[in-house]
């Protein structure tokens, strides 16, 4: 039996998109903690500290996330594990969004992802570590309301991990997702932030979580790194809830 370590990406090179922040820069600084070579991939990489590597790249531009990929490579001579985690919300029902909107949010939450995998997938066929982890939602599936177009930005980060995971498991790429609830980052900070009163908002937020309280993102880093390393190497097709109970007790899908 082997022994997880603290070193368990030892000698991997990983990038995170949308890395810059929140969960992505969270999950930048325990991969490197244990071991990996990190770029953060994000169209605001100026606050990237070292050891972590930002390189300037937004999702919803090929030319750009190619020339981010090719980079990456260019530096580190290889690429192992792919975070696919930038992404962007969307406020309200239908007629709050228009069709301008939907591309632009479709673009960067799904397609992104797409661009990003695609441009790694031939790095990925010579790692003997692969892995892609996609930042999913309960949005997915919980019915939340006032964020149909984010929800459905996320449904369809659900289907597209599992039709990937099909795809790519015979060549060695193990694919899983996160699935966060509400995690205390700077963008629900910035949701807080146009409340009348931010502090007791996120305590109201905070008592309707199962656990009484946010998710951290280091909880959901913790997470993405579980699936990210070789030590999970029998968990390909995943969706891990990180939501402080509200899958597992009360939002469970049919
Ligand atoms: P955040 O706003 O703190 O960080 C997002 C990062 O993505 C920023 O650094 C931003 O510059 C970058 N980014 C935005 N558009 C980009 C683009 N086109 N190309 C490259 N980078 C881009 O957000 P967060 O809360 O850490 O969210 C990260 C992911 O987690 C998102 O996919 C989000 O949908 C998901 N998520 C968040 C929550 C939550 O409650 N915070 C819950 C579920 C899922």
Redesign the pocket.
């Known amino acids: 039996m082997s022994i997880a370590r603290a070193s368990d990406f030892d000698g991997l090179v990983a990038i995170v998109?949308?890395?810059?922040?929140?969960?992505?820069?969270?999950t930048a600084q325990l991969l490197a903690a244990r071991g990996a070579q990190v770029a953060?991939?994000?169209?605001?990489?100026e606050s990237v500290q070292d050891p972590l590597v930002g390189v300037r790249?937004?999702?919803?531009?090929d030319a750009?996330v190619r020339a981010a990929i090719d980079a990456v490579v260019g530096r580190f001579g290889r690429l192992d594990v792919v975070i696919?985690?930038?992404?962007?919300?969307a406020i309200g029902d239908l007629a709050a969004n228009g069709d301008d909107q939907w591309h632009k949010v479709y673009d960067?939450?799904v397609v992104?992802m797409v661009r990003v995998s695609r441009a790694a997938l031939p790095h990925l066929r010579k790692s003997e570590a692969a892995a892609i982890v996609n930042?999913?939602?309960?949005?997915a599936w919980a019915g939340l309301p006032q964020r149909a177009l984010?929800s459905a930005?996320?449904g369809a980060?659900y289907a597209l991990t599992l039709a990937m995971a099909a795809d790519h498991v015979r060549e060695g790429i193990r694919v899983n997702a996160?699935?966060?609830?509400?995690?205390?980052?700077?963008?629900?900070?910035?949701l807080l932030g146009q409340a009348a009163d931010p502090a007791a908002e996120k305590a109201a937020l905070s008592a309707r979580q199962p656990t009484g309280k946010?998710?951290s993102?280091d909880e959901?880093a913790n997470a993405i790194a579980y699936l990210a390393s070789p030590t999970s190497g029998a968990t390909v097709g995943t969706i891990l809830a990180v939501?402080g109970g509200m899958y597992g007790l009360r939002l469970r899908p049919p």
């Open positions: 998109t949308g890395g810059a922040s929140g969960i992505g820069l969270a953060c991939l994000d169209i605001a990489p790249c937004d999702v919803s531009d750009s696919n985690n930038a992404g962007i919300g960067i939450n992104g930042t999913c939602s309960i949005a984010y930005t996320k980060v996160v699935a966060p609830g509400t995690v205390d980052t700077p963008w629900v900070g910035r946010l998710v993102a959901v939501d």
